[in-house]
């Protein structure tokens, strides 16, 4: 009954295709920070991406407000759009000085609103890194007060037609939130559509394994993904011991994963060679997965 069931239901508008078809058609969609690319001017740079099917671009936060119609004249009439926008904001919203804690409210917001101007799928922030001092303690009613704070600013982003999206870090670079779980489980509990998580195959390296982290957020929460050599985050393939992403592209395709895998790396030799090199393992990978 129940295969018959499973052969009447394919039949049905909507059901032609299985999930393992639907699965293999979904695109990798790469991006690159801005200094990624090789090239002299952003120009420069889009056209070389574009070369090598780059599909997104992840420019910084700092000063954003004052590029945004350099940016959409750079993009005007390229296969390239906005991914997320890396940080940029000034201060971190687990200051416990008020001041601190106002300039973040201030800076992030003209950021959130330049990322909608530009149709950008989320601004990346870190709660509070282990240098940024002095800092809430880390118990339940920070964390409470985290999420109040995020669902303000998540309902703000909303508005603008965008959302922040929650980065977990090594335990070298931020004790307070280390695992794709942990910045999933506070933007649920932030209640707010304009709350996200993402995941950084570098600082995964806390995880222990790279399918469960992302599955641990599912499609619902994961809004953006950074990638690097797992070696020494230069480019991805540079130490091809290490630098194999299947098992979390793999869960990228079971969860349905529409958005960006973007570079986040240094290089460790000729820009141009590594960069194309690296684009290709991905693709090769993707398809593996």
């Known amino acids: 009954m129940g295969t018959a069931a499973l052969a009447a239901a394919s039949m049905l508008p909507g059901c032609a295709s299985s999930p393992k078809k639907l699965k293999d058609e979904l695109p990798l969609k790469i991006s690159f920070q801005e200094g990624i690319a090789p090239g002299e001017n952003l120009g420069e740079k ?49 200051a416990e000085d008020p001041a601190v804690k106002n300039l ?47 669902h303000k600013l998540g309902e703000f982003a909303k508005s603008c037609g965008t959302t922040v999206i929650l980065e977990p870090l090594n335990r070298a670079e931020a004790f307070y939130m280390r695992l794709v779980a942990d910045a999933a489980a506070i933007a649920r509990d932030a209640d707010s559509e304009g709350v996200k998580a993402m995941g950084d195959f570098w600082h995964m390296k806390e995880e222990t394994c790279d399918y469960g982290a992302f599955m641990s957020a599912g499609k619902k929460y994961l809004q953006h993904v950074h990638i690097a ?17 299947v098992a979390g592209f793999k869960a990228l395709k079971e969860i349905g994963y529409d958005k960006f895998v973007s570079f986040e790396c240094g290089c460790g030799g000729d820009r141009a060679t590594l960069v194309t090199a690296a684009v290709d393992l991905l693709n090769a990978q993707w398809a593996e997965a």
């Open 46 to 94: 889009l056209d070389f991406m574009e070369s090598i099917g780059v599909v997104g671009f992840e420019p910084g936060g700092r000063g954003l407000k004052g590029r945004v119609k350099e940016i959409q004249d750079a993009l005007s009439g390229r296969n390239i759009t906005v991914s997320a926008i890396c940080a940029g904001f000034d201060g971190f919203i687990l």
């Open 229 to 245: 050599s797992k070696g020494d985050r230069k480019m991805p393939g540079e130490h091809p011991e290490v630098d194999n992403y």
């Open 104 to 150: 973040f409210d201030t800076t992030m917001r003209e950021i959130v609103e330049a990322a909608g101007e530009l149709g950008s799928t989320g601004v990346i922030m870190v709660p509070a890194f282990n240098s940024q001092k002095p800092c809430m303690p880390h118990n339940q009613e920070t964390r409470d007060y985290l999420c109040e704070e995020l």
